[in-house]
T-cell receptor
Framework: DAGVTQSPTHLIKTRGQQVTLRCSPISGHKSVSWYQQVLGQGPQFIFQYYEKEERGRGNFPDRFSARQFPNYSSELNVNALLLGDSALYLC????????????FGSGTRLTVV | KNEVEQSPQNLTAQEGEFITINCSYSVGISALHWLQQHPGGGIVSLFMLSSGKKKHGRLIATINIQEKHSSLHITASHPRDSAVYICAVSNTGNQFYFGTGTSLTVIP
Protein backbone atom coordinates (compact mmCIF):
# COMPACT_ATOMS: atom_id res chain seq x y z
CA ASP A 1 0.00 0.00 0.00
CA ALA A 2 1.52 3.32 -1.08
CA GLY A 3 2.34 5.84 1.61
CA VAL A 4 2.02 9.59 1.29
CA THR A 5 3.64 10.61 -1.98
CA GLN A 6 4.93 14.07 -2.77
CA SER A 7 6.13 15.50 -6.04
CA PRO A 8 8.52 16.69 -7.13
CA THR A 9 11.22 15.56 -4.70
CA HIS A 10 13.52 18.45 -5.52
CA LEU A 11 12.91 21.78 -7.19
CA ILE A 12 14.94 24.87 -7.98
CA LYS A 13 13.15 28.14 -8.69
CA THR A 14 14.14 31.76 -9.17
CA ARG A 15 13.03 34.60 -6.92
CA GLY A 16 9.65 35.96 -7.99
CA GLN A 17 8.52 32.73 -9.64
CA GLN A 18 5.58 30.62 -8.59
CA VAL A 19 5.69 26.99 -7.53
CA THR A 20 3.15 24.19 -7.10
CA LEU A 21 3.85 21.22 -4.88
CA ARG A 22 1.69 18.10 -4.90
CA CYS A 23 0.71 15.54 -2.29
CA SER A 24 -1.23 12.29 -2.59
CA PRO A 25 -2.47 10.96 0.74
CA ILE A 26 -2.71 7.36 1.82
CA SER A 27 -5.77 5.71 0.32
CA GLY A 28 -8.74 6.36 2.59
CA HIS A 29 -7.20 9.38 4.30
CA LYS A 30 -9.33 12.49 3.95
CA SER A 31 -7.13 15.05 5.69
CA VAL A 32 -3.93 16.58 4.35
CA SER A 33 -1.62 18.98 6.17
CA TRP A 34 1.32 20.98 4.86
CA TYR A 35 4.45 21.97 6.77
CA GLN A 36 7.54 24.03 6.01
CA GLN A 37 10.85 22.96 7.49
CA VAL A 38 13.71 25.40 7.15
CA LEU A 39 17.14 23.85 7.54
CA GLY A 40 18.02 23.30 11.19
CA GLN A 41 14.54 24.01 12.49
CA GLY A 42 11.44 22.02 13.30
CA PRO A 43 8.54 21.95 10.84
CA GLN A 44 6.08 24.85 10.85
CA PHE A 45 2.40 24.26 10.19
CA ILE A 46 1.09 25.90 7.00
CA PHE A 47 -2.35 24.46 6.20
CA GLN A 48 -4.70 21.63 6.96
CA TYR A 49 -7.49 20.48 4.67
CA TYR A 50 -10.24 18.02 5.45
CA GLU A 51 -12.96 17.01 3.03
CA LYS A 52 -11.75 19.67 0.60
CA GLU A 53 -12.18 22.49 3.10
CA GLU A 54 -9.48 24.49 4.84
CA ARG A 55 -9.59 23.58 8.54
CA GLY A 56 -6.43 25.27 9.78
CA ARG A 57 -3.89 27.85 8.70
CA GLY A 58 -0.53 28.69 10.22
CA ASN A 59 1.19 32.05 10.32
CA PHE A 60 2.18 32.29 6.66
CA PRO A 61 1.64 35.15 4.20
CA ASP A 62 -1.07 35.15 1.55
CA ARG A 63 1.55 34.13 -1.02
CA PHE A 64 0.94 30.63 0.29
CA SER A 65 -2.27 28.92 -0.77
CA ALA A 66 -3.48 25.36 -1.04
CA ARG A 67 -6.41 23.30 -2.12
CA GLN A 68 -7.67 19.76 -1.82
CA PHE A 69 -9.24 17.87 -4.68
CA PRO A 70 -12.20 15.45 -4.70
CA ASN A 71 -9.75 12.53 -4.64
CA TYR A 72 -8.24 14.10 -1.46
CA SER A 73 -4.91 14.90 -3.09
CA SER A 74 -3.64 18.39 -2.43
CA GLU A 75 -1.57 21.15 -3.96
CA LEU A 76 0.43 23.83 -2.18
CA ASN A 77 1.08 26.98 -4.20
CA VAL A 78 3.61 29.65 -3.35
CA ASN A 79 3.66 32.88 -5.36
CA ALA A 80 6.36 35.52 -5.68
CA LEU A 81 9.03 33.24 -4.24
CA LEU A 82 11.57 34.68 -1.82
CA LEU A 83 14.97 33.27 -0.92
CA GLY A 84 13.56 32.55 2.54
CA ASP A 85 11.01 30.17 1.07
CA SER A 86 13.82 27.67 0.49
CA ALA A 87 12.90 24.74 2.68
CA LEU A 88 11.68 21.18 2.86
CA TYR A 89 7.91 21.12 2.37
CA LEU A 90 6.27 18.19 4.07
CA CYS A 91 2.81 16.80 3.57
CA UNK A 92 1.04 14.56 6.07
CA UNK A 93 -2.24 12.72 5.76
CA UNK A 94 -4.63 11.35 8.33
CA UNK A 95 -7.97 9.58 8.36
CA UNK A 96 -9.90 12.50 9.73
CA UNK A 97 -9.84 15.89 11.38
CA UNK A 98 -8.99 15.68 15.05
CA UNK A 99 -6.77 13.44 17.06
CA UNK A 100 -5.77 10.92 14.43
CA UNK A 101 -2.39 9.50 13.62
CA UNK A 102 -0.49 11.21 10.86
CA UNK A 103 1.67 9.73 8.10
CA PHE A 104 4.26 12.01 6.56
CA GLY A 105 5.60 12.07 3.03
CA SER A 106 9.30 12.39 2.28
CA GLY A 107 8.94 16.01 1.33
CA THR A 108 9.77 18.34 -1.52
CA ARG A 109 13.01 20.23 -1.18
CA LEU A 110 12.57 23.68 -2.70
CA THR A 111 15.57 25.88 -3.38
CA VAL A 112 14.98 29.48 -4.38
CA VAL A 113 17.92 31.19 -6.05
CA LYS B 1 9.58 31.48 23.27
CA ASN B 2 8.69 28.31 21.37
CA GLU B 3 5.51 26.49 22.28
CA VAL B 4 7.48 23.23 22.29
CA GLU B 5 10.95 22.90 23.78
CA GLN B 6 13.13 19.83 23.45
CA SER B 7 16.30 18.80 25.18
CA PRO B 8 19.00 17.99 24.50
CA GLN B 9 19.50 19.51 21.04
CA ASN B 10 22.28 17.03 20.26
CA LEU B 11 23.01 13.68 21.80
CA THR B 12 25.78 11.18 21.18
CA ALA B 13 25.55 7.74 22.75
CA GLN B 14 27.42 4.45 22.67
CA GLU B 15 25.59 1.48 21.22
CA GLY B 16 23.57 -0.22 23.93
CA GLU B 17 23.03 2.87 26.06
CA PHE B 18 19.63 3.92 27.38
CA ILE B 19 18.60 7.24 25.85
CA THR B 20 16.10 9.84 27.04
CA ILE B 21 14.87 12.84 25.08
CA ASN B 22 12.67 15.37 26.85
CA CYS B 23 9.89 17.62 25.59
CA SER B 24 8.04 20.42 27.37
CA TYR B 25 5.13 22.36 25.95
CA SER B 26 3.31 25.50 26.95
CA VAL B 27 0.01 25.28 25.05
CA GLY B 28 -3.15 23.28 25.61
CA ILE B 29 -3.00 20.11 23.59
CA SER B 30 -5.20 17.31 22.40
CA ALA B 31 -2.25 15.05 21.59
CA LEU B 32 1.53 14.90 21.63
CA HIS B 33 3.49 13.28 18.82
CA TRP B 34 7.00 11.88 18.63
CA LEU B 35 8.42 11.86 15.11
CA GLN B 36 11.64 10.50 13.65
CA GLN B 37 13.35 12.24 10.75
CA HIS B 38 16.22 10.65 8.86
CA PRO B 39 18.74 12.51 6.67
CA GLY B 40 17.00 13.49 3.45
CA GLY B 41 13.89 14.58 5.27
CA GLY B 42 11.40 11.71 5.47
CA ILE B 43 9.44 11.78 8.72
CA VAL B 44 8.02 8.74 10.47
CA SER B 45 5.41 9.07 13.17
CA LEU B 46 6.54 7.03 16.20
CA PHE B 47 3.89 7.75 18.79
CA MET B 48 0.77 9.78 19.38
CA LEU B 49 -0.07 10.23 23.07
CA SER B 50 -2.78 11.95 25.02
CA SER B 51 -2.03 10.32 28.38
CA GLY B 52 0.12 7.74 30.08
CA LYS B 53 2.70 5.64 28.32
CA LYS B 54 3.14 3.78 25.06
CA LYS B 55 5.74 1.19 24.06
CA HIS B 56 6.78 0.00 20.63
CA GLY B 57 9.75 -2.32 20.50
CA ARG B 58 12.70 -0.55 22.11
CA LEU B 59 10.92 2.79 22.14
CA ILE B 60 8.88 4.07 25.07
CA ALA B 61 7.01 7.38 25.22
CA THR B 62 5.48 8.90 28.32
CA ILE B 63 3.45 12.02 28.93
CA ASN B 64 2.56 13.93 32.08
CA ILE B 65 -0.34 16.21 31.22
CA GLN B 66 -0.24 18.10 34.52
CA GLU B 67 3.44 18.94 34.12
CA LYS B 68 3.15 19.45 30.33
CA HIS B 69 6.10 17.18 29.77
CA SER B 70 6.86 14.12 27.69
CA SER B 71 9.86 11.84 27.36
CA LEU B 72 10.99 9.48 24.62
CA HIS B 73 13.19 6.62 25.77
CA ILE B 74 15.24 4.29 23.60
CA THR B 75 16.49 1.13 25.26
CA ALA B 76 19.55 -0.76 24.00
CA SER B 77 20.31 1.95 21.45
CA HIS B 78 21.66 0.96 18.04
CA PRO B 79 23.42 2.94 15.29
CA ARG B 80 20.29 2.64 13.13
CA ASP B 81 18.49 4.74 15.76
CA SER B 82 20.61 7.72 14.65
CA ALA B 83 18.17 10.35 13.45
CA VAL B 84 16.49 13.58 14.48
CA TYR B 85 13.66 13.06 16.94
CA ILE B 86 10.97 15.72 16.90
CA CYS B 87 8.31 16.38 19.50
CA ALA B 88 5.10 17.97 18.25
CA VAL B 89 1.80 18.86 19.87
CA SER B 90 -1.59 19.33 18.31
CA ASN B 91 -4.53 21.25 19.71
CA THR B 92 -8.24 20.74 19.24
CA GLY B 93 -8.06 22.96 16.16
CA ASN B 94 -5.58 20.47 14.75
CA GLN B 95 -2.84 23.08 14.59
CA PHE B 96 0.58 21.58 15.12
CA TYR B 97 3.50 23.06 17.01
CA PHE B 98 6.87 21.41 16.55
CA GLY B 99 10.03 21.34 18.60
CA THR B 100 13.32 21.96 16.84
CA GLY B 101 14.35 18.34 17.22
CA THR B 102 17.03 16.34 18.98
CA SER B 103 19.81 15.02 16.78
CA LEU B 104 20.83 11.58 18.02
CA THR B 105 24.01 9.81 16.96
CA VAL B 106 24.61 6.28 18.23
CA ILE B 107 28.22 5.14 17.89
CA PRO B 108 28.98 1.45 17.39
Amino acid sequence: DAGVTQSPTHLIKTRGQQVTLRCSPISGHKSVSWYQQVLGQGPQFIFQYYEKEERGRGNFPDRFSARQFPNYSSELNVNALLLGDSALYLCASSLGWGTYGYTFGSGTRLTVV
Amino acid sequence: KNEVEQSPQNLTAQEGEFITINCSYSVGISALHWLQQHPGGGIVSLFMLSSGKKKHGRLIATINIQEKHSSLHITASHPRDSAVYICAVSNTGNQFYFGTGTSLTVIP
